[in-house]
């Protein structure tokens, strides 16, 4: 039997928004956290985009992934693929995990589509921080977005040394 597990890398390490039963550190391979997506909506416009993470190629992830009750699978699913498919940015997978206590798991993962029009590549420290600052979408500043990810990491105490250097240039900028 099967249960229906969802990874988290981004906010929905901190806002998964679905009902959940079970939430735990985990990590994904051949796919690393990349703040590489324009957002046209949630953290910017069409006029001042701003940048939210996508899982991209190659590496691996430490987020988190969270088990669903069987009677909250269809609920769950709706809910994610009303947030995550809004312009088709990320397509949904299933993938192999690996849970905190070295269990293998298939996850629900959302990964960049590279050649999609808001797919934004491997931007340098710089270049994210001056797409960062100044962008507010539907969900507020994406300075919030980068902040929150950040300290959510730290939490969990993952690291991610190219977003750290990112959250701390936004950081400077904002003080």
Sequence with gaps: ????????????????GFSFVERRRARLTGYH?????????????????GLVMGLDRGGACV???????????????????????????????????????????????Y?????????????SVDAAVERVCGAVGQAGPNEDYVLNTVAHLHELGIEDAWLEAVAARITQRLS
């Design 1 to 16: 039997m099967n249960q229906l597990w969802i990874f988290g890398y981004a906010s929905l390490m901190w806002r998964p």
């Design 33 to 49: 956290r990349s703040l590489c997506i324009h957002s046209f909506e949630h953290r910017g416009t069409r006029e001042r985009p």
């Design 63 to 109: 987020g988190v992934a969270f088990r669903v009750a069987r009677e909250d699978e269809d609920a769950a699913m709706a809910y994610l693929r009303a947030r995550e498919l809004i312009t088709h940015v990320y397509k949904e997978r299933r993938s192999r995990i690996v849970l905190s206590d070295g269990q293998a798991a298939e996850a629900v993962t």
């Design 111 to 123: 990964v960049v589509d590279r050649h999609h029009e808001q797919y934004a590549g491997r931007l």
